[in-house]
């Protein structure tokens, strides 16, 4: 049973609008989360985190909202890049119980168009 | 600043042979980590070490073993290779402790193929 869940396989932009890519999750024990983005032949890079007790964080283009009670995150990106185009992962910790191990979800593929 | 490295990139093996995946990192991280990742799915927890000298199992262990050989280097070794474990194999590496979350760090990945 899949505790992240992205529903969404693939999403396509315009350069220049805004992102938006979804994560759901049913561990109500996770307390951090984080989105990655992956190029081909490459590892995870780190993007944004946010902890349990905020809602919101921002980074440059780059914003994630959280949303507790629905059990849902979202990853902005504004404007959108062509660089941009990458699959996103969201994961989420259970932070002191879990020594850091993350729990990913499938990814979704984005595609920025110029 | 290399982050963490792993070696090979790709390998070839046929089914009943071993080998052994190593991984090093040189940010000075307590916790290091063994992830595969099969087309079409996230990545999946193989096993993980959170201090030098500890290992546990993560969620996908069977067939698996790994060692802690110091603070930097963390190997995943395959004792007899069966088709299933083809697939791209991360590490990462942490500066994980209780009440401090921090962001893992990933290498390149290898990318296994067994026959």
Known sequence: ?114 | NAGVTQTPKFQVLKTGQSMTLQCAQDMNHNSMYWYRQDPGMGLRLIYYSASEGTTDKGEVPNGYNVSRLNKREFSLRLESAAPSQTSVYFCASSEWDVGSNQPQHFGDGTRLSIL
């Open chain 1, 1 to 114: 049973d899949q505790q992240v869940k992205q529903n969404s396989p693939s999403l396509s932009v315009q350069e220049g609008r805004i992102s938006i890519l979804n994560c759901d999750y049913t561990n109500s024990m996770f307390d951090y989360f984080l989105w990655y983005k992956k190029y081909p032949a490459e590892g995870p890079t780190f993007l944004i985190s946010i902890s349990s007790i905020k809602d919101k964080n921002e980074d440059g283009r780059f914003t994630v909202f959280l949303n507790k009670s629905a059990k849902h995150l979202s990853l902005h990106i504004v404007p959108s890049q062509p660089g941009d185009s990458a699959v996103y992962f969201c994961a989420a910790s259970e932070g002191r119980g879990s020594q850091g191990n993350l729990i990913f979800g499938k990814g979704t593929k984005l595609s920025v168009k110029p």
